[in-house]
């Protein structure tokens, strides 16, 4: 029986070195493939895939909370993360969001369908230089002391990550199918929970966390179409 994966990438152009690479393995099916973070669950959900080949920088959703996400609730589909990321942070928050492996992208292409064999039959994998760090620095972070971003909501979780974006209240409130009002009140809880000030904090949070890159274009703008690093709040 062929393994049957899902890719979650959102440069169309790495999906296609990934799609050749797998085409020729007749153990492995391409059975779907998505470039934003919103759609990967109802991809999975269609498509219940074996394994999800998963990028953390998507966007929409990032891609450890895709991870923490399929974990809980396709338990069944394994998440195989496939990252540019190799610091420690990256590693550990994807093994205790579920991931049961994690290849970094200049790894060889071999690491990767190792990588997915591996998974699917249960065990874990990681590509160098992450198979030589000690056991223990692969295991999950002490859960002693509560990262704030865990204490939003799932829905202030995409929230934040639209505004991070760039996105302003009426383009959150079209993707998340709510009102302009609501996303207002999600982002004032989420300034609330996270002690943010204002837009610069947010950017720098958000990066921080990796749910966007690490320069990001610009500063997301309040309401009334500024980006001024001052006290007001988005």
Excluded: C
């Excluded at 929409?60 to 609730?73: A, M, P, S, Y």
């Excluded at 610091?87 to 049961?100: P, T």
């Excluded at 300034?191 to 990001?216: Q, W, Y």
């Amino acid at each position: 029986m062929s393994v049957r994966i899902l890719l979650a990438e959102d440069h169309k152009l790495v999906r296609q070195a990934l799609k050749t690479l797998l085409e020729p393995e007749e153990d492995l099916e391409l059975v779907g493939e998505t470039g934003d973070g919103m759609d990967v669950m109802e991809q999975v959900a269609k498509h219940r895939p074996d394994i999800l080949v998963l990028d953390l920088m998507m966007p929409g959703l990032n891609g450890l909370e895709v991870t923490r996400r399929v974990h809980q609730r396709f338990p069944k589909t394994r998440v195989l993360v496939l990252s540019m990321h190799q610091d420690r942070n990256y590693v550990s928050k994807a093994v205790q969001n579920g991931a049961s492996g994690y290849v970094v992208k200049h790894a060889d292409a071999d690491d990767l369908l190792r990588g997915i064999r591996h998974v699917a039959a249960g065990r874990r994998f990681f590509s160098a230089p992450i198979s030589e760090w000690p056991p223990e620095s692969l295991e999950p972070l002490s859960s002693e002391s509560l990262d704030l971003y865990d204490t939003l909501t799932p829905r202030e979780k995409e929230v934040l990550q639209l505004v991070a974006e760039g996105h302003k209240n009426a383009e959150i409130a079209k993707l998340l199918f709510r009102s302009a009002r609501t996303v207002e009140t999600h982002r004032a809880h989420i300034m609330g929970k996270l002690g943010l000030k204002n837009p610069t904090d947010l950017i720098r949070f958000a990066i921080e966390h990796g749910l966007i890159p690490v320069s990001p274009v610009s500063v997301p703008e309040t309401e009334d179409g500024s980006n001024d690093g001052g006290e007001s709040s988005p």
